[in-house]
């Protein structure tokens, strides 16, 4: 494949990814500005806080989809392995700096916004090897559930990636590269996720499921209190 072929395969992904699904979403539901909306992000977590839980749901599976088809684009024209690799990480790259989303900040600088990339990062895994959702899906679930971070389950999609691939790769199944693809992936959420690691350091991160649901519990005992 020519070079120019890949530059426009990568240009591509990127847009894809930039699509902002649930600013689209919560601004069609609701009239809000996600950007304006607790940590300002345009991913699932927060359009739920936003729109409420359907908005979430389908950001999220948009967000999921938009990491798909880069990867199924890549195999369809049959490029080379790192560059299948290359577009779903244009694809988190466009999710979480979205050309749509363009602004300048106080000081006159332009930004651009957009979500922290797990669910994108999820349609990549499940691009390069469908099985991987079986894997990645439960141990993410399991880390907001359980822990109750979004941020913690969001690097966890990456985080379980590189070990899948790793595995995958011992076992002759998918191509090494692969494993470059959740390294990477993880720097990038990791990067985006920069303030909420700050405060899972300082204590200070915000909740959500049943732990976000026992301090507002604990705040209502504490008012109700004489």
């Not at 993410?140 to 999609?157: D, N, P, Q």
């Not at 300082?202 to 604990?218: F, T």
Request: hydrophobic share 55%; with cysteine.
């Amino acid at each position: 494949m020519a070079l120019l072929q890949v530059v426009a395969l990568l240009a591509v992904s990127y847009f894809l990814g930039a699509i902002p699904s649930g600013h689209l979403i919560v601004k069609l539901r609701t009239g809000k500005d996600i950007r304006n909306v607790e940590s300002g992000r345009t991913g699932g977590t927060n359009a739920a806080r936003a729109a409420g839980f359907w908005a979430g749901a389908m950001t999220g599976i948009a967000d999921f989809i938009k990491g798909v088809i880069p990867v199924w684009l890549a195999y369809r024209l049959g490029v080379q392995p790192w560059v299948v690799v290359a577009c779903p990480l244009m694809a988190i790259l466009g999710h979480n700096y979205s050309i749509f989303l363009a602004e300048r900040d106080a000081q006159g600088h332009l930004r651009l916004r957009g979500g922290a990339g797990g669910a994108t990062c999820m349609g990549g895994a499940f691009g390069l090897w469908p099985w991987s959702i079986l894997i990645i899906g439960p141990v993410s679930m399991a880390m907001l559930f359980g822990l109750g971070y979004a941020s913690v389950a969001t690097m966890s999609m990456a985080f379980t990636a590189i070990i899948v691939f790793a595995v995958l790769a011992w076992l002759k199944i998918t191509p090494p590269v692969y494993v470059l693809y959740g390294v990477i992936a993880l720097i990038i959420l990791m990067w985006s996720l920069r303030p909420n690691i700050k405060r899972l350091a300082q204590g200070k991160e915000r909740v959500v499921g049943w732990r976000a649901k026992r301090q507002q519990q604990k705040a209502a005992q504490q008012q109700n209190q004489p």
